[in-house]
Structure formats: structure tokens, C-alpha cells
T-cell receptor, first 115, second 115 residues
Framework: AQSVAQPEDQVNVAEGNPLTVKCTYS??????LFWYVQYPNRGLQFLLK??????LVKGSYGFEAEFNKSQTSFHLKKPSALVSDSALYFC?????????????FGAGTRLAVHP | KAGVTQTPRYLIKTRGQQVTLSCSPI?????VSWYQQTPGQGLQFLFE???????NKGNFPGRFSGRQFSNSRSEMNVSTLELGDSALYLC??????????????FGQGTRLTVV
């Protein structure tokens, strides 16, 4: 079955420190991977995507993600965390289904950045 | 460019009633997907519409239905509401239904509370 796993329910990091939010995937064929962020009582905002090419993808708000095919991972990273980065982060993979496609989301990881 | 618009933002309904939620996608986007978000189940795919036709459907009972109009606006309907239907319902639009590399853009959601 095609799936996405986010092994950490919550990640705590001090402001100014680097952060990593982990994601692993299981798909048949080439993976099309996405990261989204959700602030309280809001919808999901697109951060970045991996389609092909460079394994390091840069996105919005200083976030980047590293694709690792051998480890089937797509971890989200930021060199220096801000308190305002505190939110719920979702990893997703787009999979083909009956000629069309859909997004499968991980369970989400809550990021808490402490001053 | 206007984003994805969902109405209403909040709804309170009684068990047994029915409800209709509305989603207006980004101009030019023809694919609309619906997701249910709950603390226990996370983000679950409900269905996707493209060119007024349902292309994909998740594992939800027949009480959940939807439709798409010629202007790509979409509605979802839940009949005979149950307490467990309380959730944030998110709508996402994207350019087309076949592009695996296409990101989806989400509305702010409709918070449905069933009492």
C-alpha cells in the first residue's frame, strides 16, 4: 500500500537552532512529494515539492527538504528556527489512482519552537 | 489572484440533519478535492472532482456526497449527520487531475460541529 509516515508527533526546538521534521514514504514508481504547513484554524499552505532533479529542494519561508531515495525519506529542514514556525506540518505524496491522482498525507508533526 | 474560498467557515448542526459545504477553487483550476481532518484520523481523502465528474473516492459512507458545477465550484453534502462527522472539512484545488507533480492549494476549511 502506498503511504507516508511521520514518525514524530511533536518536535521541540529552541529558536535559532536548526530544525528537522521527518517523513518517509512508500510508493510504487517515482515519488512526487510535498510539504504543507497548517496554522491553527487555517487550511494547509504549500511549502515545497520534490518532483525530480536536485535532492535538496528549497521552499517558502526559508524551509528546504532533502530527498533520499535509498532511505525513502523526504525530511523538512530549516537552518534557524523561528517562534513563528510553530505549527502543524504535513508530508504528502501524490499517487496515481485510476488514471487520476490523489494526495496521501502523513499524520502530521507538531513543531514547537521555544524562545 | 484569489485563493480557494470555502463557505461557511463554521457550522453547528444537530444529529440527523444534513449539511452542504461550498468550495470555489482558484480561477482556472479544474480539479477540486475534499478532505476531512479530525484529531484522531488526521487528513482523510473524501473525493475529487474534475470537469463535473467524480474521479476518485475515499473510504467514506454514502452519506458523504459531492458535485462540481460547470464553473468548477464544488459542493459536498453530508446527510443524516452523526457526532463523528464533526471535523474540519478542507477543499483543495489544482490545475488538472492527471498531473502528479501538481501542488494542491487549500481553502481555510469549514469547521463542522455536530451536537
Amino acid at each position: 500500500a502506498q503511504s507516508v509516515a511521520q514518525p514524530e508527533d511533536q518536535v521541540n526546538v529552541a529558536e535559532g537552532n536548526p530544525l528537522t521534521v521527518k517523513c518517509t514514504y512508500s510508493v510504487s514508481g517515482n515519488p512526487y512529494l510535498f510539504w504543507y504547513v497548517q496554522y491553527p484554524n487555517r487550511g494547509l499552505q504549500f511549502l515545497l515539492k520534490y518532483i525530480t532533479g536536485d535532492n535538496l529542494v528549497k521552499g517558502s519561508y526559508g524551509f528546504e527538504a532533502e530527498f533520499n531515495k535509498s532511505q525513502t525519506s523526504f525530511h523538512l529542514k530549516k537552518p534557524s528556527a523561528l517562534v513563528s514556525d510553530s505549527a502543524l506540518y504535513f508530508c504528502a505524496v501524490r499517487v496515481s489512482s485510476g488514471g487520476y491522482n490523489k494526495l496521501i498525507f502523513g499524520a502530521g508533526t507538531r513543531l514547537a519552537v521555544h524562545p | 489572484k484569489a485563493g480557494v474560498t470555502q463557505t461557511p467557515r463554521y457550522l453547528i448542526k444537530t444529529r440527523g440533519q444534513q449539511v452542504t459545504l461550498s468550495c470555489s477553487p482558484i480561477s482556472g483550476h479544474r480539479s477540486v478535492s475534499w478532505y476531512q481532518q479530525t484529531p484522531g484520523q488526521g487528513l482523510q481523502f473524501l473525493f475529487e472532482y474534475f470537469s463535473e465528474t467524480q474521479r476518485n473516492k475515499g473510504n467514506f459512507p454514502g452519506r458523504f456526497s459531492g458535485r462540481q458545477f460547470s464553473n468548477s465550484r464544488s459542493e459536498m453534502n453530508v446527510s443524516t449527520l452523526e457526532l463523528g462527522d464533526s471535523a474540519l472539512y478542507l477543499c483543495a484545488s489544482s490545475l488538472g487531475a492527471r498531473g502528479l507533480n501538481t501542488e494542491a492549494f487549500f481553502g481555510q476549511g469549514t469547521r463542522l460541529t455536530v451536537v
